[in-house]
Nanobody
Framework: QVQLVESGGGLVQPGGSLRLSCVFS????????MGWYRQAPGKQRELVAT???????NYVDSVKDRFTISRDNAKNTVYLQMNSLKPEDTAVYYC????????WGQGTQVTVSS
């Protein structure tokens, strides 16, 4: 059984930065595609970024050049570094692990506001 626990969300001013972390509890972390998704109020959940087991990153256009996904296989952790944050980045951010099965974390709130 896999569990995902996100942390690092909070309130930040426009232009600021946050780093989200997702700790993976279980086995074979290095076989999973890890991803960050977000859901804003009244909107559908959307992909933000994913990282393959080999370390290839993929981003939605709206966050390219601002967000960076990374993983530390020794710590079973995936990160999302978010820079130049905008009010439209406000959402609950979820971690996802995909391999033979599909797992989600409980989410962490990110609010970008002055």
């Amino acid at each position: 059984q896999v569990q995902l626990v996100e942390s690092g969300g909070g309130l930040v001013q426009p232009g600021g930065s946050l780093r989200l972390s997702c700790v993976f509890s279980g086995s074979a972390f290095n076989r999973y595609t890890m991803g960050w998704y977000r859901q804003a109020p009244g909107k559908q959940r959307e992909l933000v970024a994913t990282m393959s087991p080999l370390g290839t990153g993929n981003y939605v256009d709206s966050v390219k050049d601002r967000f960076t996904i990374s993983r530390d296989n020794a710590k079973n952790t995936v990160y999302l570094q978010m820079n130049s944050l905008k009010p439209e980045d406000t959402a609950v951010y979820y971690c996802r692990a995909q391999y033979l099965f599909d797992y989600w974390g409980q989410g962490t709130q990110v609010t970008v506001s002055s």
